[in-house]
């Protein structure tokens, strides 16, 4: 490790304690204000607002150690979401863990990437889609993924440990472990370690 990313981890070791002070002094807040509190912080992207983020999420959900949420990104039904340790969203992403999401340990998540744990129900003809209401269904990011910017993984999916999805893709269904998948739909390109 090195460069930004060694410093941004050693700073963090740095005020852990600080940190930690902190996050228990949130948490003495009512929790509607912790969650109205981080969506005001949302835009912000200097360290002081990454770090506001990341203490709120700890009060808020299963977040774990070293989680980075970027400015801009959109968190939806926060109680439902679950982060590991180690993960990375970057900037413009819009997660919404209506239905479930949980997302693994050592994940990167790159900017403007969408993840939906919901789907509208669209079956009947007769009624409109708007009015045909969604269907929850959770989303598994598992543990050393990395997806790409503008990528997009609808509701139900599981991505497999070590795999990585390409910038763009659209990810409709399970995603094995240890691959690279891409595309519009989202397929299977090679298995990871094997070369250019």
Known sequence: MTGPERRARDLFY???????????ALSRLPRKARTALLRTVRPGDTVPYRALRYVLLRTLIGCGELVD????????????????????????????????????????????????????RF???????????????????????????????????TVGTGSVVAAGAVVVKDVPPGVIVGGVPARVIRERGTGE
Not at 14 to 24: A, F, H, P
Request: aromatic share 2%; hydrophobic share 40%.
């Open 14 to 24: 740095r005020v852990k304690g600080v940190l930690l002070v902190l996050e228990q």
């Open 69 to 120: 949420v970027r400015g801009g990104v959109h968190l939806l039904a926060v109680d439902r979401l679950r982060i590991g340790d180690r993960v990375s969203i970057h900037p413009l992403c819009y997660i919404d863990a209506t239905g479930g999401i949980s997302i693994g340990n050592d994940t990167s998540i790159a900017h403007n990437v969408t993840i939906m744990s919901t789907e509208h």
């Open 123 to 157: 079956d009947r003809d007769d009624v409109p889609i708007r009015d045909q209401g969604v269907t929850e269904e959770p989303v598994v990011i598992s543990d050393n993924v990395w997806i790409g910017a503008g990528s997009r993984i609808l509701a139900g999916v």
